[in-house]
């Protein structure tokens, strides 16, 4: 073997040892295991990553143990998992991801007890997670009570009831004739428990819609409620007593102008019944007649004798 040939097997030997040393070193000195938890939630075909640890109840549940080990010290190591959700329920296995669902809300608190197993045998290490964890109920359902009929003009009240857990951002917006306006933003109110009162006025009438969106800090819903608003029946009464108060005084002036003419004949025909005048031929003396005027005063549609009998009776035109 020349003197180069030793050399180079020298350095080899050394560089190995110099690693099984940096290998070792490391792993002796590890007294626990470091990582983060990952919370997901499945609704339908959406994963969404719960980073605020809050969660939805009734929802499919994955939490994840992600180690942090820059390293690479932990790659060959054995672990366990023992995951203990804070409502009764344990869940032991070798897989750093859990599955589960918290069926009601509130408070829990999620421990995690994470065994790492070397295999060069070193004494196992093992390290405990603690974590609280907060289930809120999502929003599924929202209804209104009222009718589907209104009028305008009229202070029109609505009540509103929705699931989901408090606190909850509800905007809403009312649309004439159903056509959204890109331009018109909505109302915004923010609501500590799961009823809303809201009060409108309309102004026109025909289709509205009623938009509302309601989310709190798991989930969001939107709704639209269709609502026929009619005229007002006050209207409808003012305009046909106006149509009835024309139409009376119309046959009132008609009655009263058709009546004035039968007076005037009536009072002509009184001053008429007291002009029957009665010629008569006085014939007591010889030579001389003379004509005597009869005047009677009868009442219209009175018969009574017009004069006394003296003599020959003549009619005045015959002695024109």
């Not at 995951?83 to 070798?94: A, E, P, T």
């Not at 202070?155 to 009312?174: A, E, L």
């Not at 004439?176 to 102004?203: A, E, K, R």
Request: proline share 5%.
């Amino acid at each position: 073997m020349d003197k180069n040939s030793a050399i180079w097997i020298w350095m080899i030997l050394h560089t190995g040892i110099v690693l099984v040393a940096e290998t070792k070193g490391p792993l002796t000195e590890l007294e626990n295991v470091a990582g983060k938890l990952i919370f997901y939630q499945m609704e339908g075909n959406t994963t969404i990553v719960r980073d605020k640890k809050e969660l939805a109840s009734d929802v499919p549940t994955k939490t994840l143990f992600e180690p942090i080990d820059p390293k690479k010290n932990l790659t060959h190591a054995n672990f366990t998992y023992t995951w203990d959700l804070g409502n009764g329920k344990v869940i032991r296995g070798n897989e750093p991801v859990v599955r589960y669902n918290y069926p009601q809300s509130g408070n829990y608190t999620l421990q995690l007890k994470v065994g790492a197993n070397m295999t060069n045998g070193t004494t196992p290490m093992s390290e405990v997670y603690s974590t609280d964890v907060q289930v809120l109920d999502p929003i599924k359902n929202i209804t209104m009570s009222g009718q589907s009929e209104y009028e305008v003009s009229r202070d029109v009240n609505f009540d509103f009831q929705m699931d989901g857990s408090p606190p909850m951002w509800v905007c809403w917006n009312f649309l004439p004739n159903c056509v959204p306006d890109p331009n018109s933003g909505c109302s915004l109110t923010m609501l500590y428990q799961n009823q809303m009162h809201l009060s409108h006025t309309f102004t026109s009438s025909g289709y509205h819609c009623l938009d509302l969106s309601v989310r709190n800090d798991v989930s969001e819903l939107q709704t639209s409620f269709s609502l026929y608003i009619k005229q007002t029946s006050n209207i409808h009464m003012f305009f046909i007593l106006s149509c009835a108060a024309v139409l009376v005084a119309t046959f009132s002036f008609i009655t009263v102008m058709s009546c004035r003419p039968r007076r005037k004949n009536q009072s002509k025909s009184k001053s008429l019944s007291f002009s029957n005048a009665v010629f008569l031929k006085n014939e007591e003396t010889d030579d001389q007649s003379g004509i005597l005027l009869n005047v009677c005063a009868v009442e219209g549609g009175e018969k009574a004798p017009l004069m006394s009998q003296f003599g020959k009776q003549y009619n005045s035109s015959a002695y024109v």
